[in-house]
């Protein structure tokens, strides 16, 4: 049993979290002088699992993820990551993470090849029997398709093969869980895709649970089993990014043509407006598109609520709809 109070918060008994749970996070704050950045974060992420967490700037996104690893002390709260408080990680618990950056820079004159195996042996020793650390290095080359520039010095890749080695560089010690902070930044549409099999992969095959922040919301909602939005301090909203657009009242946006007439309707019950516009038309209709709400769609809709200052409201409203 964990008892929890600081910051004047209510004490709250902590039941213990299942086998699979990776990420458990019940009311974290974060206080920097007078101004409370994060006010009561609550999520789980379990093994295997990608999420991504998505946010405007300012709203505590870096904060978050910065407890998570361990390189920033939370205010209070009860936060277990491998089922470790990241405040008391060792060098073992680290072992388990791996971390890919928006940038890395260093290291020019290293080539691709000998820097990971160089890495690789920094995870040897902290191999179990499940997971034998670190990546194989001919494997992990070809896994983030840098195959061809094996040999090539660091400071000669152009910048989409130095994000795939930052990519490399986070995975080589086969994490059992992973952040990655916009990943595929500097991405052709090739290498995004390569990128997105690699992290269905490591989440259906080795299992690896992956934490993703993310301005492109197009890729959030291709990787995320879930997606939890952040604004002012707070979690608006957690759910698959279906689940997100149902909860809303967006409206589905119906497009059709008759003849040389197009023509756009919103309605909140696109299937039943459909079926009446084809008892009504029939074969008339022609090029028929039901466009329903997006990822995009939800979060600005959430955000735009949150910083009209009715935060609250839609949050509940949301739960509310969740039931």
């Known amino acids: 049993m964990t008892v929890v109070g600081e910051l004047g918060a209510r004490a709250e008994i902590i039941e213990p979290?299942?086998?699979?749970?990776v990420l458990?996070?019940?009311?974290?704050?974060?206080?920097?002088g007078t101004t409370d950045v994060l006010t009561g974060i609550t999520f789980q992420a379990h093994r295997g699992e990608v999420l991504a967490l998505l946010s405007p700037?300012?709203?505590?996104?870096?904060?978050?993820?910065?407890?998570?690893?361990?390189?920033?002390?939370?205010?209070?709260?009860?936060?277990?990551?491998?089922?470790?408080?990241?405040?008391?990680?060792?060098?073992?618990?680290r072992a388990r993470l791996g971390v890919v950056l928006q940038s890395w820079r260093d290291h020019g004159k290293w080539r691709v090849r000998e820097l990971l195996a160089h890495l690789g042996t920094y995870y040897a020793p902290y191999s179990t029997d499940r997971i034998h650390r670190p990546w194989d290095v001919d494997a992990l080359v070809e896994a983030v398709g840098l195959t061809e520039h094996a040999g090539k010095r660091i400071g000669r890749l152009s910048g989409g093969q130095r994000r795939r080695l930052d990519v490399a560089i986070g995975i080589v010690g086969r994490p059992e869980l992973l952040f990655l902070d916009e990943p595929?930044?500097?991405?052709?549409?090739?290498?995004?895709?390569?990128?997105?099999?690699l992290v269905h992969r490591l989440s259906d095959i080795d299992e690896t649970t992956i934490l993703l922040t993310t301005h492109d919301l197009d890729e959030a909602e291709k990787l995320a089993d879930r997606i939890l939005i952040l604004a002012g301090g707070s979690i608006i909203a957690n759910g698959s990014a279906d689940e997100l657009a149902r909860r809303m009242s967006t409206d589905a946006e119906v497009r059709w043509t008759q003849g040389t007439a197009r023509f756009v309707h919103a309605s909140a019950d696109a299937t039943r407006f459909v079926r009446e516009l084809f008892q009504q038309y029939g074969e008339a209709i022609g090029d028929l598109e039901v466009r329903r709400a997006s990822l995009e769609d939800t979060y600005m809709a959430l955000v735009r609520e949150h910083e009209a200052g009715r935060g609250e409201a839609a949050v509940r409203a949301f739960e509310k709809a969740a039931r």
């Open 17 to 21: 979290p299942s086998e699979d749970t």
């Open 24 to 32: 458990d996070v019940r009311d974290m704050w974060m206080r920097y």
């Open 57 to 93: 700037n300012g709203a505590g996104k870096t904060t978050t993820i910065e407890i998570l690893e361990g390189f920033r002390m939370r205010s209070a709260g009860h936060v277990r990551v491998l089922g470790v408080d990241p405040q008391r990680g060792d060098e073992r618990w």
């Open 184 to 197: 595929t930044a500097g991405f052709d549409p090739e290498a995004r895709r390569e990128f997105h099999d």
